[in-house]
């Protein structure tokens, strides 16, 4: 499946990522042609780690996979949002999501 006109803007587009069960917003993360492709062929998440400059498999050390039951995109062609089934908590810290903390106004 070509996928290149979802990387017409940009060479990374955001993923929302939610647990498909409860739609629980879980994480936000990066992903390029090759980490969707990836994605797509193996169902489970692959992301691009801006901060390492590679791919990363979600889960891949943890063990906190998550398999992907849905892919959608946005009206603008700019955003992915994948519903998941997560193996374990979404963030590095050990929570759930990585939306764990409020901020306060």
């Given at each position: 499946m070509d996928l290149?006109?979802?990387?017409e803007k940009s060479a990374l587009v955001p993923a929302v990522v939610q647990d498909?069960?409860?739609?629980?917003?879980l994480m936000?993360?990066?992903?390029?042609e090759e980490a969707l492709r990836l994605t797509l062929e193996s169902g489970e998440?692959?992301?691009w780690s801006r901060s390492r400059g590679e791919?990363?498999?979600k889960g891949e050390t943890s063990g906190n996979v998550?398999?992907?039951c849905e892919v959608r995109y946005d009206c603008d062609c700019d955003a992915i949002l994948l519903l998941v089934e997560p193996a374990g908590?979404?963030?590095?810290?050990?929570?759930?999501?990585?939306?764990?903390?409020?901020l306060e106004f």
């Open positions: 290149k006109w979802l990387f498909a069960r409860t739609l629980e917003v936000l993360a990066y992903m390029n998440a692959w992301f791919l990363w498999h998550q398999r992907v908590p979404a963030c590095h810290t050990g929570n759930k999501s990585c939306f764990y903390r409020k």
